[in-house]
C-alpha cells in the first residue's frame, strides 16, 4: 500500500515530441504528488507538484495531469529536447506526521536530437 | 533559494575506517532532513528521517550503529558511515524539509558518491 508504480522503466523520444510517464499509488492518504529531474551524478531536482484538488498543473513545458478516482498521476514532457534527457521519478506524501516520500522506480527518458 | 548542499562530493576510504557526510541548508532552517541510498540505475531509498535535537527514525533494514545520524541544528545534519565495508559504497543524497516553501516539499543535496576500497 506504500508503494508507487512508476512506467515505463525507459522512453525514447524524437526531439519535439511529448514524453509521458505513468505513476499510480494506492495509499489514499497520499496529498502530494511531486516530480523530479535526475541528471547522472548529481541530486534531484524539483520540476512540478500537484495536490488531489486539482487535475492538472501547468508549468512551463511540464504538465501533471491527476485522477484522483484512478489513483494515477502523470507528468507530460511537451516539445521534448536533448537536454531534457534524464531520469525521472514521481512522489506521492501524505502532509501529515514525517512528511517522508515515497519514490517511484524511475524512468530514463532519451530525446533525440 | 532553497539550497541544499553536502561535503564532501566524492569520497574513498579504506575498509574498517568511517566517513562523514555533511548535509547543509544555506538559505532556510530546515526542520526536518532527510537521508537517502541509491544505487546504479535505482530509485532512491529512504534511510532515515531526523528532526533537530532529537534521534533519528531508520527505516525497517537500516542499521542505526552503522549510518549514525546527527541533526545538531536547524541548518545541518550529518551522516556518519561508520567500520565502512565496499558494499556500503553507494550515492548517498540528503534532503531537507523546512520554512522555504511549502510544508511537504523536499529540498534536495547534490549527493556524495562513497567508495569504500
Known amino acids: 500500500q506504500q508503494q508507487v508504480k512508476q512506467s515505463p522503466q525507459s522512453l525514447i523520444v524524437q526531439k519535439g515530441g511529448i514524453s509521458i510517464i505513468n505513476c499510480a499509488y494506492e495509499?489514499?492518504?497520499?496529498?502530494?504528488f511531486p516530480w523530479y529531474q535526475q541528471f547522472p551524478g548529481k541530486g534531484p531536482a524539483l520540476l512540478i507538484a500537484?495536490?488531489?484538488?486539482?487535475s492538472e498543473k501547468k508549468e512551463g513545458r511540464f504538465t501533471i495531469s491527476f485522477n484522483k478516482s484512478a489513483k494515477q498521476f502523470s507528468l507530460h514532457i511537451m516539445d521534448s529536447q536533448p537536454g531534457d534527457s534524464a531520469t525521472y521519478f514521481c512522489?506521492?506524501?501524505?502532509?501529515?506526521?514525517?512528511?517522508?516520500?515515497?519514490f517511484g522506480t524511475g524512468t530514463r527518458l532519451k530525446v533525440l536530437a | 533559494g532553497a539550497v541544499v548542499s553536502q561535503h564532501p562530493s566524492r569520497v574513498i576510504c579504506k575498509s574498517g575506517t568511517s566517513v562523514k557526510i555533511e548535509c547543509r541548508s544555506l538559505?532556510?532552517?530546515?526542520?526536518?532532513m532527510f537521508w537517502y541510498r541509491q544505487f546504479p540505475k535505482k530509485s532512491l531509498m529512504l534511510m532515515a528521517t531526523?528532526?533537530?535535537?532529537?534521534?533519528?527514525?531508520?527505516e525497517q533494514g537500516v542499521e542505526k550503529d552503522k549510518f549514525l545520524i546527527n541533526h545538531a541544528s536547524l541548518t545541518l545534519s550529518t551522516l556518519t558511515v561508520t567500520s565502512a565495508h565496499p558494499e556500503d559504497s553507494s550515492f548517498y543524497i540528503c534532503?531537507?524539509?523546512?520554512?522555504?516553501?511549502?510544508?511537504?516539499?523536499?529540498?534536495f543535496g547534490p549527493g556524495t558518491r562513497l567508495t569504500v576500497t
Open positions: 512522489a506521492a506524501s501524505g502532509t501529515s506526521g514525517t512528511y517522508k516520500y515515497i
Open positions: 531526523s528532526n533537530e535535537g532529537s534521534k533519528a527514525t531508520y
Open positions: 538559505d532556510f532552517q530546515a526542520t526536518t
Open positions: 500537484i495536490r488531489p484538488d486539482v
Open positions: 495509499n489514499t492518504a497520499f496529498d502530494y
Open positions: 534532503s531537507a524539509r523546512g520554512r522555504a516553501g511549502p510544508i511537504d516539499e523536499q529540498y
